[in-house]
Each structure stands twice: as C-alpha cells, then as structure tokens.
C-alpha cells in the first residue's frame, strides 16, 4: 500500500511566521493532493489540493508545492495567526480511476505562539 | 446542506457489547468512508463504498467489525463484540465519485469500550 510520511511531527512558530510542512508518499501513480486540517476535538476539513499536472497552487496565506519525481508534496502558510494552530494532514490520493482512496500521513501539530 | 450526519456523537460501552454507529452522507454524494482515529494509529480508512458497493474492506481490523451501506442515505459500522482497543473517533465521510473531489467529514463518534 501507499507509505506517507509527515515531517516535522510537531511544528512551533511565532505569530507572523512562515510554517513548511513536507510529505512524501511511494504510489508514483499519485495524481491528487490534499492537504487537510484539524483543529482540536473536530473534524478534518480540505484546506488546499493540488493535481498532478500542476506545480504550485495558492490560496492567500496558504500554497502547496509538489514534486512528483522526487514524490513529495509540501504546505506553506505564511503570516501565521494563532488561528492556524492545528493538526496538519497530507493525504496522497491512491489507485486513480473512480475510487478516491485517500491515504493520510501521520499528521503535524503546529502550535501558533503569540 | 446539514453535511454528514453521524449518531451517537458519544458512546460510551462495556466490553462485549455489541456497538453500531450510523451514519447519513450528503445528499448527492456517491462515495461513503469510515475512518477509525487514535493516537497511536493515526487517522486509518477502515472501507468506503461507491453507490452503496463496498470497494475495499482491506482497513477492517478482523470479523468483529462489519459495516453496510443498505442504500445511498444510510450507513452503518458496527462492532460485535466490542473491546477496549476498539476506543477512538470513528468518522464518516463522503464526496462525489471522481478523481479531485473532496471529502467531507462527519463530526465524529467518539466510542469508549470499558
């Protein structure tokens, strides 16, 4: 199956401050990433996702960058806000066709300090 | 749109017990997931369906745990007999059936198994 891995496990920055967050996956069949977020006690919810025939997508403070030769894909917030404390989750899209499998990373806490 | 619907929001079981957790998609919506999240584990698809056909069970931990899809509003995952590793957030989740689209999830079950 599809191996993902998150780094870093825990992120902590200050309020202002750009957050990178990178995962790699093994399916070079991949063609769908999305990145997800998760606040404490919520649900998950799609914050950004890119396709493989782009490269970079933003979204006002948030982007996604992907690199399919080296199969990874990474987030960037940048002017981080108290608000952007959460879990982070990448989840790479397996076996293409009708199904949309995710399969999703380990997760990054990010931790906002004022 | 009230988004995914999942009942109970809390459960709380002895050792034995048989559990069952339901869930309604959105209406529309084509594909239907079950997620089990732990610290431990992480957050672990379980199975999905598309138009009520289950596509891949291979996530279902062992035979205590089944899940059905009687029709297009309705799921279920039940547990029988339920154990104290069983304890987690189960989701539901759902999305249109196709390559980029996004899921939604449900606000959770969170189930603990004395």
């Known amino acids: ?114 | 749109d009230a988004g995914v619907i999942q009942s109970p929001r809390h459960e709380v079981t002895e050792m034995g017990q048989e559990v069952t957790l339901r869930c309604k998609p959105i209406s529309g919506h084509n594909s239907l997931f079950w997620y089990r999240q732990t610290m431990m584990r992480g957050l672990e698809l379980l199975i999905y369906f598309n138009n009520n056909v289950p596509i891949d069970d291979s996530g279902m931990p062992e035979d205590r745990f089944s899940a059905k899809m009687p029709n297009a509003s309705f799921s279920t995952l039940k547990i029988q007999p339920s154990e104290p590793r069983d304890s987690a957030v189960y989701f539901c989740a759902s999305s249109s059936l196709g390559q980029y689209n996004e899921q939604f999830f449900g606000p959770g079950t969170r189930l603990t198994v004395l």
Do not use: M
């Open chain 1, 1 to 114: 199956g599809e191996n993902v891995e998150q780094h870093p496990s825990t992120l902590s920055v200050q309020e202002g401050d750009s957050a990178v967050i990178k995962c790699t996956y093994s399916d070079s069949a991949s063609n769908y990433f999305p990145w997800y977020k998760q606040e404490l006690g919520k649900r998950p919810q799609l914050i950004i996702d890119i396709r493989s025939n782009v490269g970079e997508k933003k979204d006002q403070r948030i982007a996604v960058t992907l690199n399919k030769t080296a199969k990874h894909f990474s987030l960037h917030i940048t002017e981080t806000q108290p608000e952007d404390s959460a879990v982070y989750f990448c989840a790479p899209r397996t076996r293409p066709g009708t199904a949309s499998k995710l399969t999703f990373g380990t997760g990054t806490r990010l931790q906002v300090t004022l």
